[in-house]
C-alpha cells in the first residue's frame, strides 16, 4: 500500500453462522506496534490535525471578510473549495519531523497546514497564468468566481476583468496566511525564523521557475531547459521545503537535514517529468488527466526538448502541426504521441524519472529507521503513478 494513497477503509465484518449468534465475537486483530506502522499513523494523525487547522482558519477568514462585504467571503469559501487533496505536502513535514525525533503533533501541524495553503496559493496563481478555470475537474476560483457574475447577470467583458483579479488576490491571500500559520504560538519561536526563511525561499524559487515557465512560450521547445524548470517550479517548495521544515522544527542535525534536501529535489524532478508524461500520453480513465491541455497550451515539457532535437524534418512536420494548436483534436494529438515515442522522447524521460527516484531512495537509505523506509514508499508511490 503506498504511503500517499488514501488510506484503507476498514474490511467488512465476516458473517457468523446462526447457531454461533450468541458466542461472544472474535477478537480485533492486535495493531501494528511496529516502528513503521507507528510512523505512518503518526503522519496519519499531524496530517487530519493540519486538515482541521485549514478548515477553522478558512472558516474564521470568511467570518472575518464577510463584515467587509459578502464578495470578500465568497473569495475565501472558493479557496476552501480547492484547498485539499492527497495532502502530500503536510505528510511530507510530518514524516521527516516524526521521523527525526519530533513528538509534537500541534506545532508539527501547523507547520503541515502551512505548507498545503502556500501550495493551495501557487496553484491558484499558476491557473490564472495559464488561463484555466478548471482544477482538478472542477471549477476553481476564477471558475467560480466566474459561475457567479454570471448568474449575476453581469456582462462578458466585466466578468473577464473580474475573474482574473479575484484568483490573484485569492492566491495572495492564501499566501499571506500560510506565513501566519508559522507565527502561531504552537511553533517553538526558536525555529520560527528558519522556517519563515525557508518557505519564503520556496516561494522565490518557485517565482523564478514560474517565470521560466512562462517565457519558455516564446522558445523553441528544443532550447527550453524543462528539467530545471521542474526543479525550480516544483521541486523545492513542494518537496524539499516540506521536508527540511519537518527537519527544522525536529531541530535535527544539519546532515540530517542535508539529505532531506537532496532527497526531495530528486524526487520533485522525477514526481513532474512522470506528470509531464500522464498529462501527454496518460490513461485519462487511470490518471484523470486530460492528454490534450499540454500539447494545446504548447507546454514546453523534457519530452517535447528531446522529440524536437531528434525529428526528421516528417516529425518535425507533425510537432510544428499540432503541437500549440488550441483546436487540437485527438487525432492530431496521437500522431504527436506516435513521434514522441519514434524518436526515442517517452523512453529516455521514463529514464531519466527511474534515475531520480533511485538516487532519491538511495539518499534515503542514510536516514534513520522507520524514516528511510517510509521516505522509499513515498518514492515508489509517487514515481510508479498509473499510466
Known amino acids: 500500500m503506498g504511503h500517499i494513497s488514501e488510506r484503507r477503509q476498514p474490511g467488512a465484518m465476516v458473517a457468523v453462522p446462526a447457531r454461533l449468534d450468541t458466542a461472544a465475537p472474535p477478537a480485533p486483530p492486535a495493531p501494528d506496534r511496529t516502528p513503521g506502522a507507528a510512523l505512518a499513523h503518526g503522519v496519519e494523525q499531524v496530517t487530519d490535525t493540519a486538515a482541521r487547522i485549514l478548515r477553522d482558519l478558512v472558516a474564521e477568514q470568511r467570518r472575518r471578510a464577510v463584515a467587509f462585504d459578502p464578495a470578500c467571503a465568497d473569495l475565501w469559501q472558493d479557496l476552501d473549495a480547492v484547498t ?3 495532502l502530500l505536502r503536510p505528510r511530507l513535514v510530518a514524516a521527516a519531523y516524526l521521523g527525526l525525533g519530533g513528538g509534537d503533533v500541534a506545532a508539527a501541524a501547523h507547520v503541515a497546514a502551512a505548507h498545503e495553503l502556500l501550495h493551495t496559493a501557487m496553484v491558484v496563481h499558476d491557473d490564472v497564468l495559464d ?4 482544477r482538478r475537474g472542477h471549477p476553481n476560483v476564477a471558475g467560480r468566481t466566474r459561475a457567479r457574475l454570471a448568474a449575476s447577470g453581469a456582462s462578458r467583458s466585466a466578468i473577464d476583468q473580474q475573474v482574473g ?4 488576490l485569492a492566491g495572495d491571500a492564501a499566501l499571506a496566511q500560510a506565513f501566519g500559520l508559522l507565527a502561531t504560538g504552537h511553533v517553538p519561536a526558536a525555529v520560527v525564523g528558519e522556517l519563515v526563511r525557508l518557505l519564503a525561499d520556496g516561494v522565490a524559487t518557485t517565482v523564478s521557475g514560474e517565470l521560466l515557465d512562462v517565457r519558455g512560450a516564446l522558445a523553441a521547445p528544443a532550447d527550453v531547459d524543462a528539467v530545471l524548470v521542474a526543479e525550480l517550479k516544483t521541486a523545492v517548495y513542494s518537496f524539499r521545503v516540506p521536508l527540511e521544515s519537518g527537519a527544522v522544527l525536529a531541530d535535527a542535525p544539519g546532515a540530517a537535514r542535508a539529505v532531506l534536501a537532496g532527497v526531495g529535489t ?10 509531464d508524461e500522464l498529462g501527454t500520453i496518460g490513461d485519462p480513465a487511470l490518471t484523470g488527466k486530460s492528454v490534450l491541455s499540454d500539447l494545446r497550451e ?12 531528434r525529428a526528421d524534418p516528417q516529425q518535425a512536420a507533425v510537432l510544428a502541426t499540432h503541437v500549440g494548436r488550441a483546436d487540437l483534436d485527438e487525432a492530431g494529438a496521437r500522431a504527436v504521441v506516435d513521434v514522441l515515442h519514434v524518436t526515442g522522447a517517452v523512453e529516455d524521460v521514463r529514464a531519466l524519472a527511474r534515475r531520480g527516484a533511485d538516487i532519491a531512495r538511495t539518499l534515503a537509505t542514510t536516514l534513520p529507521e522507520p524514516l528511510a523506509t517510509y521516505l522509499a514508499g513515498v518514492v515508489d508511490d509517487l514515481a510508479g503513478r498509473a499510466r
Not at 488561463?131 to 478548471?134: F, I, L, P, S
Not at 504548447?298 to 532535437?309: D, M, Q, V
Open 165 to 168: 483579479a479575484a484568483a490573484l
Open 131 to 134: 488561463h484555466d478555470e478548471v
Open 84 to 86: 485539499g487533496g492527497k
Open 266 to 275: 530528486v524526487l520533485g524532478v522525477a514526481y513532474q517529468l512522470v506528470d
Open 298 to 309: 504548447g507546454k514546453r515539457t523534457e519530452l517535447l526538448r528531446i522529440a524536437w532535437g
